[in-house]
């Protein structure tokens, strides 16, 4: 039984009130915060043993119409709305065991020759490229050269959340952890079922309290970009905007860039943190 769906919809439902879902004869008394089943149900026009069935993972037949009407009770945003529809679906039969990621070679060298912090993030954020820059600045602790083999490969979600160095370069730390999270949501809900995924939700569930309390409320947010504080040991702080591209014939694969405003203390701070970055060479075949 696929159980995202519901766990997803239950927490929608403990968000919202009644008196902000429109309901004015709801009682006073109520064990739970947030909508019971049969008003979400009265809500969106839907029986409640239908919408009970579908909150069960007993029904995987969910009209658009009704996944619509369901978001709408439910007031949720874009992005909540399209992971609705994405966890409605059936979910895919196991297939073939994917292998370790690839780098195109166009892509690799693209990330060696930018002239700002870039790096590449496979479909489950593992690290498959990073410039001198990029490394230098999230993580020079580590070996440059760890994502070139498959068993070293850093993952961005596990060192954000398990590796303290990582942790100090973040000034807004609780904010980007919510947005990591919140990534790592919407890639859960397009893949469900991948074991490598699940490992590394169980890990970081297991090991990271912060982690497993954010997990358990299920955020959903698109992460295209940000402007956020980075303090570094050797330049102090920075504030830097980061886009994230996805890569079109990749599979998932995201282009990362780091940049701060032209002309500011950033900027400054930055240039002097490239001219200081270990020159690693190349970004090597992955």
């Not at 994502?147 to 000034?171: C, I, K, Q, S």
């Not at 990749?250 to 940049?259: A, E, I, P, Y």
Request: hydrophobic share 40%; with cysteine; glycine share 8%.
């Amino acid at each position: 039984m696929d159980t995202v769906l519901g766990e997803f919809l239950r927490s929608r439902r403990a968000r919202l009130t009644p008196a902000a879902a429109g309901l004015t004869d709801y009682g006073d008394r109520r064990r739970v915060p947030g909508l019971r089943r049969e008003e979400l149900a009265q809500l969106a026009g839907v029986s409640v043993g239908y919408y009970t069935r579908l909150e069960q993972g007993l029904n995987h037949n969910a009209s658009e119409s009704v996944l619509d009407a369901l978001a709408a009770a439910l007031r949720l945003d874009a992005d909540e709305r399209a992971h609705l529809h994405t966890l409605a679906r059936p979910r895919p039969k196991a297939g073939r065991r994917r292998g370790p990621e690839h780098l195109q070679p166009h892509l690799r060298s693209l990330v060696s020759t930018v002239n700002l912090p870039a790096l590449i993030l496979g479909r489950h954020t593992h690290v498959l490229a990073w410039n001198p820059l990029a490394h230098t600045l999230l993580a020079d602790h580590l070996d440059f050269h760890a994502p070139e083999d498959p068993a070293t490969r850093p993952n961005w979600a596990r060192l954000f959340f398990l590796d303290p160095r990582v942790r100090e370069v973040f000034g807004d730390w609780a904010d980007k952890a919510e947005d990591t999270v919140a990534d790592l949501r919407q890639i859960a809900g397009r893949d469900r079922g991948d074991p490598g995924l699940a490992r590394l939700v169980g890990e970081l569930t297991r090991c990271s309290p912060e982690f497993a309390a954010l997990w358990s409320g299920h955020p959903v947010r698109g992460c295209a970009s940000h402007t956020r504080e980075y303090r570094h040991p050797r330049v102090g702080s920075l504030v830097l905007a980061d886009d994230l591209l996805t890569l079109p014939d990749t599979d998932g694969q995201r282009l990362v860039l780091f940049h701060a405003e032209p002309g500011s203390a950033s900027a400054a701070a930055l240039a002097l943190l490239s001219g200081t970055a270990r020159h690693a060479g190349e970004v090597l075949a992955i």
